[in-house]
């Protein structure tokens, strides 16, 4: 999982986005923690281990900050609007299965019922 306070991570980040100074850092470090906690919140909430070294929850965690970096000021009648992109919503639906089938491996249940 990519951590706002590791600043390897927030260089590779910034290099993703493609951001070339350090002017928004603090505020990509907000929207990097922003976007760790919605994911988590959609998926679900866990030890921690589920999320580590896992691939899609990083590239998913990295698209969703680029959309908040990129569509900050994005309202309409004063309701700030967050559409989770299509990538991400695709990513969000196969880590929530993946995160299912974890947590039975957990509980023993093999069978997909909890």
Not at 17 to 44: Q, S
Not at 73 to 100: C, E, F, R
């Amino acid at each position: 999982m990519l951590n706002p306070e590791n600043q390897d991570d927030m260089d590779f980040l910034m290099l993703s986005l493609r951001v070339d100074n350090n002017d928004d850092e603090l505020l990509l470090k907000k929207m990097l923690a922003t976007a760790i906690d919605f994911l988590i919140g959609k998926i679900g909430i866990d030890d921690g281990l589920f999320y580590e070294s896992n691939n899609i929850f990083d590239t998913a965690t990295i698209f969703m900050t680029d959309h908040l970096y990129r569509t900050r000021s994005a309202t309409v009648d004063n309701i700030t609007i967050i559409n989770v992109p299509l990538n991400v919503n695709t990513m969000i639906l196969d880590l929530k299965a993946s995160y299912k089938a974890n947590q039975n491996k957990k509980a023993g249940d093999y069978s997909g019922n909890n």
